[in-house]
């Protein structure tokens, strides 16, 4: 009897990386948005994971919305990263910090992508290593290492050999590697857009279709790096007790462990409400008195509370409550 080709193994599966899965890039389908959909400023401000580098330069990265039934991108992604940069420079635009470096040593990685342009220009792909005391190893090469959009989606593909990572320290929690999306080393302040989906990097020379993981999955793994309490008119609830007559002590727990002791800001504590003992107390400060990778204990200043009573804050998540431990 002849063997089917499952039988025989002449299927086309891609091996796992040394992570435990084909695509080293979080959120590379732009499905996780915690801290907003929209942001003029450098930094983490939009899609989870992805850096804006203004580098002085003036831009706005926005969500962007696949229309229903579209078939120019395959496996019908829901988002795509929108980049309109009104004012050019020097290395303007996108970057993704991925923890580590150990693992790419000698060693050769694809990066693939779908782009388009409305107002296309020649584009640069670069790779950089740092470690922990920011000493910096960018001898890895790239082929090819710029690209040009069109208005239509069309995919990239690129090969990222990378260095033996001599010039680095030891191994150390704090590493990590640089992968550039941007205008590279040109100072023209020239307007430009990119719109940017499904970003792959994976262990090999070939391109591989763009693995999709579940909206839960990608979630989580954003989670290391950023939790964010937030979620339209929910509201979120955590036990404590009054310390004093003007200070609150309460805690949370966060969904995943961080990568690092995260830093925490809170926003518009005026809509913020301390509830026990048939009274509502309005906070007026928040000050994090310990915070560990799993756990955060928050000091919430308030008046005419009695010590030792139970109370619990209710946060009104239209407020964001940003716990931050990225790169």
């Not at 990608?218 to 310390?243: F, K, M, S």
Request: aromatic share 12%.
């Amino acid at each position: 009897m002849a063997l089917s080709k499952i039988e025989t193994g002449s299927l086309n599966f891609t091996p796992a990386t040394k992570d435990g899965t084909k695509n080293l890039i979080i959120n590379g389908a732009m499905q996780v948005w915690q801290r907003g959909t929209s942001s003029s400023s450098t930094g983490y401000n939009t899609a989870d994971r992805w850096y804006l580098n203004l580098s002085g330069g003036s831009a706005t990265a926005s969500q962007g919305i696949f229309a229903d039934g579209q078939t120019a991108v395959p496996d019908n992604p829901q988002f795509y990263m929108a980049l309109n940069v009104t004012t050019g420079n020097d290395n303007c635009g996108w970057q993704y910090r991925r923890e580590g470096t150990w693992q790419f040593a000698n060693d050769v990685y694809t990066l693939s992508f779908w782009a388009k342009s409305a107002t296309p220009r020649v584009m640069t792909v670069s790779s950089d290593s740092y470690d922990a005391s920011a000493n910096v190893d960018s001898a890895h090469t790239i082929s090819p290492s710029t690209f040009t959009p069109t208005s239509s989606w069309q995919k990239f593909t690129f090969n990222i050999t990378h260095s033996n990572m001599s010039g680095l320290g030891s191994y150390a929690n704090a590493d990590w590697t640089r992968i550039s999306i941007n205008q590279g080393s040109d100072t023209s302040s020239a307007a430009w857009k990119l719109d940017l989906a499904q970003v792959q990097l994976e262990k090999g020379s070939t391109a591989t279709p763009f693995e999709n993981r579940s909206y839960g999955d990608e979630l989580a793994r954003c989670q290391r790096y950023c939790y964010v309490i937030t979620g339209g008119n929910d509201w979120h609830t955590y036990a404590g007790h009054a310390q004093t007559s003007t200070a609150f002590l309460w805690s949370a727990t966060f969904p995943v462990p961080m990568r690092a002791r995260a830093s925490a800001t809170f926003d518009n504590t005026n809509t913020q409400y301390i509830q026990g003992n048939n009274s509502n107390y309005g906070p007026t400060a928040f000050a994090v008195s310990a915070i560990s990778q799993e756990t955060m204990y928050v000091n919430t200043t308030s008046s005419g509370m009695s010590q030792g009573h139970a109370l619990a804050i209710l946060l009104n998540s239209d407020n964001k409550q940003i716990m931050d431990a990225e790169l």
